[in-house]
């Protein structure tokens, strides 16, 4: 019954290493972003793909990728990690397009901690 | 400003009010948010305030708009220690990302 899913939930790794993080959504939703929330609690939209393609880019560097293989899924690559990608990372998605709200549904976030 | 702003504590008592203020960046956003974030949680709506209303009241939340000085407040009426979280107000820019200010803890004592 999961709107949006993430996976892994905790994920510790070493500096220099690469690694994935996935998401999933089964509301149907056509928009799916990632946000990144640091330490203090900021939260920075990273990305957002609209049916597959990418709409949005903010300043990150570009060790992060994005990948969406269809509509429902938007995974997140990370190369090279550093210290400083230690952080909790959201997956959410809407239905844009339409009137209304256009709400985000969150995932429950993955932490991700660089040693 | 750039930011989206809000206080970053607010202490409260359990059965009191609590007021939680934001400033938000751009007079165009159709939509303004209230999300609550409950330790180790993810993100959930709270409520939203159509740009054109001025005040939405749901339950014991109350959100109050304020076009003209780009304000907007969410107020908790009668807390509970279950209201302890970081509320965060967000806005919708130009596509379709969600602006974040940097939340507010709400801590509630019995």
């Known amino acids: 019954d999961t709107a949006v899913s993430q996976t892994p939930k905790y994920l510790v790794t070493q500096m220099g290493n690469d690694k994935s993080i996935k998401c999933e959504q089964n509301l149907g939703h056509d928009t799916m972003y990632w946000y990144k929330q640091d330490s203090k609690k900021f939260l920075k939209i990273m990305f957002s793909y609209n049916n597959k393609e990418l709409i949005i880019n903010e300043t990150v560097p570009n060790r992060f990728s994005p990948k969406s293989p269809d509509k429902a899924h938007l995974n997140l690559h990370i190369n090279s990690l550093e210290l400083g990608d230690s952080a909790v990372y959201f997956c959410?998605?809407?239905?844009?397009?339409?009137?209304?709200?256009?709400?985000?549904?969150f995932g429950p976030g993955t932490r991700l901690t660089v040693l | 400003g750039e930011d989206v702003e809000q206080s970053l504590f607010l202490s409260v008592r359990e059965g009191d009010s609590s007021v939680i203020n934001c400033t938000y960046t751009d007079s165009s956003s159709t939509y303004l948010y209230w999300y609550k974030q409950e330790p180790g949680a993810g993100l959930q709506l709270l409520t939203y305030i159509f740009s054109n209303m001025d005040m939405k009241q749901d339950q014991r939340l109350t959100v109050l708009l304020n076009k003209k000085d780009k304000h907007l407040s969410l107020r908790i009426a009668d807390t509970q220690t279950g209201d302890s979280a970081i509320y965060f107000c967000a806005e919708r820019q130009a596509g379709t990302a969600l602006i974040f200010g940097k939340g507010t803890t709400l801590s509630v004592s019995s």
């Open positions: 959410a998605s809407s239905q844009v397009g339409q009137a209304g709200p256009n709400e985000q549904f």
